[in-house]
């Protein structure tokens, strides 16, 4: 077991934190449009001093840790992974911008951009890269509409591991952001979503690495569904999410013949979240396929059962079979402004 040890942690909470705001009238239709935007700029400065160990599986220069690298043995029997290292990282600044008090087909209307320096890929660290972009209609009805790139929907914002690490339990527990169509309804303590959603930095792989053309090509987006229970108080959030979409691995086979084979797969998963006086309670867990998109083990394989002729193999249609992944997690806390946690 891999130990990780955050040495110092530099947060400058509040830089850029409403550097700017600003009121702008703008003349459009009173039965469509009424504008007046606030927009508020925050963000801050991070740098963080990581001691890990042992060599690791991770992202971003150690910054996104993932699991530990397992045992390799050389001749004199000593484990080659057995490594210490270190690393400081200041790419997750970040920079955010806000805009609310307008309305739109008299809903109220809420946008939301957001960036940092962490880049796409372990080769464009230090890029700045889009983290956030979405705008947000809700109408007093109870009905609401989410639009961009936000949080994939199984990564549940007011439900998730409290980890030391950014990795925020990352692979037991969904982590993405995606383009996304939302559709929520609220009412009272119930809320109920429905959402198509696609993929650009978190994507799903395939013959190719991961490549977001899989799900593209497929035709369908990933359909998502998902129910929510929050207590008046907010003490208690529970409920249960669902998803499916299907992958093209390929167009064609290698006689260049066009192939319509396609990979389902889908996942459930259900959390909750309890808060009493300094103690918070939380668990979850998933059941699904193929969720490599949301930073967990998953992949498909082709078919060993499916009578295949060794010599001609990828030239026939070919038959796929999803890994299959579950995984649970718990968190207890205590405190508010000292937190101790398991």
Request: aromatic letters at 12%; a negative charge.
């Amino acid at each position: 077991m891999a130990k990780r040890y955050f040495l110092i942690r530099l947060v400058f909470v509040g830089f850029l934190c409403s550097l700017l705001s600003l009121g702008v009238l703008a003349s459009y239709d009173a039965d469509s449009v009424r504008l007046m935007p606030l927009v508020d700029f925050s963000g801050y400065v991070k740098s963080d001093f990581i001691s890990d160990s042992r060599q690791n599986h991770s992202v971003r220069e150690g910054m996104l840790l993932l699991y530990p690298m397992r045992e390799v043995v050389d001749d004199n029997g000593n484990d080659i992974n057995d490594v210490s290292n270190i690393q400081f990282i200041p790419i997750q600044t970040r920079l955010t911008a806000r805009f609310t008090g307008t309305e739109i087909l008299n809903a109220r209307t809420t946008g939301l951009v957001e960036g940092e320096f962490f880049g796409t890929t372990d080769m464009t660290i230090n890029s700045f890269r889009l983290r956030h972009a979405s705008i947000s209609m809700e109408w007093e009805a109870g009905l609401s509409v989410l639009m961009g790139q936000f949080w994939h929907p199984l990564f549940i914002t007011g439900c998730f591991p409290g980890t030391a690490s950014m990795n925020t339990g990352i692979p037991f527990n969904p982590f993405a952001r995606s383009p996304q169509i939302e559709l929520s309804y609220q009412l009272d303590n119930f809320r109920i979503s429905a959402a198509a959603v696609s993929q650009i930095d978190f994507k799903s792989t395939g013959p190719l690495g991961a490549d977001a053309r899989y799900l593209s090509n497929s035709g369908m987006p990933e359909l998502t569904a998902k129910l929510q229970y929050m207590s008046a108080n907010g003490d208690l959030l529970s409920g249960i999410a669902l998803s499916y979409k299907q992958l093209r691995p390929r167009l064609y086979d290698q006689s260049g013949s066009k192939v319509d084979e396609l990979v389902p797969g889908g996942a459930v998963m259900g959390f909750t979240r309890y808060n009493s006086g300094l103690i918070t309670l939380k668990m979850a867990g998933i059941i699904g396929q193929d969720m490599f998109h949301l930073t967990m083990l998953g992949g498909y394989a082709v078919r060993s059962d499916a009578g295949y002729s060794e010599i001609n193999l990828f030239n026939q249609p070919l038959y796929y079979t999803p890994v299959s992944t579950f995984s649970t997690w718990g968190e207890f806390i205590y405190g508010k402004e000292w937190e101790f946690g398991v």
